[in-house]
């Protein structure tokens, strides 16, 4: 039986065991309903480092900015709630300010969390929630199976949150739930044209940190006004920037030294400085330098562009990132977040009746093997166990740290057909038992070797 | 002339010697090398990615601090000038060291190569001189390691440079105000080093950088920090001194900064130090007063309420001493008059057991025959009761020591007396007396057997002679014979009751001779070790007393000599707070000025 189905089974218990607490079955039903629904993601990070950007840039479309928890959830029309106490929600309107989406909160400025059902394509499969800068990390965590963090360089007081993130027996043993974001990646460049392929080598360096590594599963860098440019470039911004990238690559590059040089006078163009100062606050001065750049290299058409920006401000691969770590993992988030709320219930109400069911949880969190598995890859990224050079890629991969599905883990870049894989799972399962029998082999490689094993072994009923 | 911060930095020296506190000492006194030292250290700190380094560079229009996107300054690097550009780095000459207080070596490096080699282990700091007009008042830039970086080294290093600043630029970019972290840094680098001016970077950058500025003014406003605030751009700074262009230079803020480096840094020297030093002493002397203070306060109440306490404390223990020693001896005297009746009850029960054996042998037997056995017998019988009961009587009397001692106020290792017993004990009593035996001899008995035969003789012979017999017949003669046996017998039969008789009483004399002997004896010596365990323990309990009267007398000395001390005391402690009080005026009328500056 696959963890999910195990932890599912253990909620439906669970019900059973306290259905005489209204407060215990209130608690376990929402989270069984929260089973069913996308992952939940929060963003967090300090305070104006571009959390709401982030998710703007992620759900494609430009809200302005709360003061409290926002949760974007799909829908097939645009719609808003405020939850405010234990009543019911209030309907709200979204509204426009400027160029961006407004939801009237009005006279709810003390809200618990605003709901947004927004047509988009990325909340298919995941439900984002924008969180205030001053929430705790209980707070943060508490309605999320993941977590987003976004940070500039790696400070303590960074590393503090993630710490109490973990902070948790079961969140330990599985801390699988978390993604680092250099956000602002344009600013660590210093604004300098390749600001962003310098941020992606920065991330580079943390994911490999020993600090940082095992807070997280991976770390990567998004210039989040460029990515939310990408998504939501206009057609008059477009036909403004080509104005500007037609100017004289000096004469641009001295009136973009500085902000104020973009916005004030003289100008060599005929340009009202309140169109400068609109694309100054959309796209930053860097985005605009960058955006010039890219139209005098030759892409000149807004979906080339667009094509561009996805790609160099990191959104693609904070996406990818999602995608890895979090989508394609829903059912062990999902599970590990159950896990958690049964864990919190055993506590608050322990009762001689729910014992069994304590015994169960504590042996799935102790013996599932898809948390052995994510922490092997975290095992294996931070260098905690050490493999062989050749091995350990192919040990990565096995165990999903590039994606799940049988073809990934196999490391199929094409569509192989049953045959192949079936191949190439028995050539590899062959390869680790006998890693895992090797007696020169220090102790955790061979128990890596036996994860290993367990997985290819997991997998191969489906190839027969 | 010496400058009048120097007098009272040394007199406030003078005080930490006297309040015995070399730490403050040792800090006041690097402070005081470091004034008198020509060189003005301008420290540059900050968050890491701030544009420390670059700060510095543009200040010096010079690539001197390397920069990068990445943490990239590891080690404080001091710029200072020279005629020649130059560059070394300093590093401890033992490795592994701590980075206070160990030799160091310099080692010349290439300036591009500096920071390259920086990254090796234990380099300490690295020094660049380049000629530049803005150093030449002996002005020293530091450029330090972020503070608040993972790697805890770094900020480490950053506030050990810290000490030595007097003069601090703190670095900001204007993507954002101050943050909490920032700020509780910029309190922490106040408490050292005063004379701090915020510096926003990056205003090339950041389109609403001019809000920002407002805000950190705001923020440092409700913090009551009385910093200078400058925005600045780096970027325009470095681009202005390549294309020489005056109008980007001004545009970029350096020219208010390198002013404020050089009116308020450097012009005043004098007043800098002025005020690092009234900082540096105001909280080196409230660190003396403020145990001065509790002294003065505590000293009334505390003190002496322990000296009082003991003063209680001992007379408590007389009291109970005596209680206890009424107690003591009453269960001395109660013990040892049960235990005397009891040995003695014991004894004659012993004796009594002794002369039923006697009277019953006396029954029986003939005391002419075997004396001596039966004397044997006798003494070796009392002999052995008066040993018992002895050893009962000591084994008593230890036991009523221990239950003395019990009742004893205090515990002591010789509490039980070693030996109570007298020495003289157990005189032998006086000899049995052989009792009078008379002998039943032949002619006794020969005299008896015809007494008694004449009557048979005679009875038998009158009636026999009116038979015609004569008076002498047979029969007579017969009946003779057996009345003079008869009387044999009767007589000796007579005779040994005699004897039992007597042997008996005199086995009764001298079983109560030895009686009235030994319960005397045993009666003199419980006596004996009554009084010794009395003497023992009332001079155990004399000892006792006169300690705790002693340690009572004292303690009422010391509360006595107490007073007069303690107020000798509080009178100095009062002159000297006031010393420090003065001293503290002098420090604060030093800053005084110099905080109003800075408004």
């Avoid at chain 2, 002999?383 to 230890?398: S, V």
């Avoid at chain 2, 000899?431 to 048979?456: A, D, H, M, N």
């Avoid at chain 2, 010596?525 to 003497?535: A, C, E, T, V, Y």
Wanted: proline letters at 4%; glycine letters at 6%; one cysteine or more.
């Amino acid at each position: 039986m696959t963890l999910d189905r195990v932890v599912w089974s253990m909620l439906q218990e669970a019900l059973g065991v306290y259905r005489d607490s209204p407060r215990a079955t209130a608690w376990l039903r929402s989270h069984a309903e929260r089973y069913t629904e996308p992952v939940r993601i929060a963003v967090a990070g300090r305070s104006r480092i571009g959390k709401s950007t982030v998710v703007n840039a992620l759900v494609g479309d430009e809200f302005t900015p709360q003061s409290s928890f926002v949760w974007y959830r799909g829908g097939t029309e645009p719609r808003a709630h405020v939850f405010t106490g234990p009543g019911r929600p209030h309907e709200l309107t979204i509204g426009r300010r400027g160029n961006r989406h407004h939801v009237e909160t009005g006279q709810f400025d003390r809200a618990d969390r605003v709901v947004v059902d927004w047509p988009a394509r990325t909340l298919r499969d995941v439900v984002l929630i924008d969180t205030p800068s001053e929430a705790t990390p209980e707070q943060v965590l508490g309605d999320a199976d993941a977590l987003l963090y976004l940070m500039r360089h790696v400070q303590d007081e960074d590393l503090k949150f993630l710490q109490s993130a973990n902070d948790h027996p079961i969140a330990r043993t599985a801390a699988v739930h978390t993604v680092a974001v250099l956000a602002r990646a344009d600013e660590i460049g210093a604004g300098r044209i390749d600001a962003l392929s310098s941020a992606k080598q920065i991330a580079r360096r943390y994911r490999r940190d020993p600090a940082v590594q095992p807070l997280c599963q991976n770390v990567v860098s998004v210039a989040g006004l460029l990515a939310v440019a990408a998504k939501t470039l206009r057609e008059d911004e477009f036909a403004a920037l080509r104005v500007l990238s037609s100017l004289g690559r000096e004469e641009l590059e001295d009136h973009l030294l500085s902000a104020d040089r973009f916005v004030g006078d003289p100008f060599p163009l005929t340009m009202e400085p309140a169109v400068r100062q609109a694309l100054l606050e959309r796209f930053g001065i860097f985005g605009v330098r960058l955006i010039t750049a890219l139209i005098r290299q030759g892409f000149d058409s807004q979906v080339k562009l667009t094509g561009q920006l996805v790609q160099r401000s990191g959104l693609g691969e904070l996406r990818d990132s999602i995608a890895v770590h979090f989508t394609e993992r829903r059912e062990v988030l999902k599970a590990r977040s159950a896990m958690l709320a049964l864990d919190v219930l055993f506590r608050m109400e322990p009762r001689p009746s729910a014992r069994k069911l304590m015994a169960d949880l504590e042996r799935v969190v102790a013996s599932a093997h898809d948390f052995r598995e994510l922490r092997l890859v975290a095992a294996l990224q931070s260098g905690r166990t050490k493999l062989p050079a050749e091995l350990q890629a192919e040990a990565l991969r096995l165990v999903g740290a590039e994606g799940v599905a049988p073809a990934a883990r196999l490391g199929f870049e094409y569509e192989a057909d049953a045959r192949e894989l079936r191949e190439a799972l028995l050539d590899a399962l062959l390869r680790w038992q006998a890693q895992a029998a090797d007696v020169h082999a220090p102790h955790d490689q061979r128990k890596a070797a036996q994860i290993v094993v367990r997985t290819c072994e997991g997998l191969l009923p489906q190839f027969s | 002339m010496a400058p009048p911060w120097l007098d009272v930095l040394d007199e406030t020296i003078g005080a930490c010697v006297t309040h015995r506190r070399p730490d403050l000492e040792a800090r006041l006194r690097e402070k005081r090398a470091q004034q008198l030292d020509p060189k003005l250290r301008v420290l540059v700190v900050g968050e890491s990615k701030q544009g420390k380094s670059q700060l510095v560079n543009a200040l010096l229009n010079a690539p001197v601090c390397a920069v990068g996107d990445d943490i990239t300054t590891t080690v404080p690097t001091f710029v200072q000038h020279a005629d020649t550009p130059s560059a070394a780095l300093v590093r401890n000459a033992s490795a592994g060291g701590s980075i206070f207080h160990t030799p160091t070596e310099r080692i010349a490096v290439p300036i591009d190569q500096v920071t390259k080699q920086a990254a090796a282990q234990h380099v300490v700091r690295a020094e660049i001189g380049i000629p530049r007009a803005l150093l030449d008042s002996g002005l020293v830039l530091i450029d330090t390691p972020g503070v608040g970086d993972t790697r805890s080294a770094h900020t480490a290093s950053t506030f050990a440079t810290l000490m030595q600043a007097d003069a601090v630029l703190l670095v900001s970019d204007a993507t954002g105000e101050l943050t909490s972290a920032e700020m509780t840094l910029l309190k922490k680098v106040m408490e050292a080093c005063p004379n701090v001016t915020v510096v926003v970077t990056k205003i090339d950058l950041v389109p609403s950088w001019r809000s920002v500025v407002e805000r950190n003014r705001a923020l440092l406003a409700r913090a009551g920090i009385r910093a200078k605030l400058i925005p600045v751009s780096s970027a325009l700074r470095l681009r202005a001194a390549k294309s020489g262009d005056q109008r980007l230079n001004a545009e970029s803020g350096f020219p208010e900064l390198v002013t404020c480096v050089q009116s308020d840094i450097v012009a005043s020297a004098d007043l800098l130090a002025r005020r690092a030093v009234a900082v540096v002493a105001s909280s080196a002397i409230t660190q003396l007063v403020t145990p001065l203070r509790e002294e003065l306060t505590a000293h009334d109440s505390s003190h002496t309420v322990a000296t009082i306490s003991t003063l209680q404390e001992a007379q408590r223990r007389v009291d109970e001493l005596r209680r206890r020693s009424a107690r003591w001896q009453n269960v001395l005297n109660d013990e040892m008059a049960d235990l005397i009746s009891d040995v003695e009850y014991d004894l004659r029960d012993r004796t009594r057991k002794i002369l039923r054996e006697v009277d019953k042998t006396y029954d029986e037997a003939d005391p002419a025959i075997g004396w001596d056995k039966f004397e044997q017998w006798l003494e070796d019988n009392l002999n052995e009761a008066a040993t018992t009961n002895f050893a009962w009587l000591m084994e008593r009397a230890e036991w009523v020591a221990a239950k003395v001692a019990r009742n004893f106020p205090v515990y002591r290792e010789d509490l039980i007396p070693g030996s109570v017993l007298p020495d003289d004990l157990l005189e032998p009593a006086s000899k049995l007396e052989k009792p009078k035996i008379e002998p039943f001899s032949v002619p006794q008995k020969l005299f008896t057997g015809l007494r008694g035969s004449y009557g048979g003789v005679l009875m038998f012979g009158l009636v026999t002679s009116l038979a015609g017999m004569p008076l002498i017949n047979v029969i007579s003669l017969g009946a003779g014979a057996l009345f003079g046996g008869k009387s044999i017998l009767d007589e000796s039969d007579q005779r040994l009751k005699r004897r039992q008789a007597a042997a008996k009483a005199a086995a009764q004399r001298h079983v109560d001779d030895f009686f009235m002997k030994f319960s005397k004896d045993v009666r003199d010596s419980g006596r004996h070790i009554q009084r010794s365990l009395r003497n023992h323990f009332s001079t155990l309990a004399e000892e006792l007393q006169e300690t705790l009267l002693e340690s009572a007398r004292s303690a009422k000395r010391a509360v006595q000599d107490d007073q007069t001390d303690r107020e000798r005391r509080m009178r100095e402690g009062r002159k000297e707070l006031d010393r420090l009080v003065t001293l503290y005026k002098r420090v604060q009328a030093l800053g005084g000025p110099a905080m109003e500056l800075t408004a």
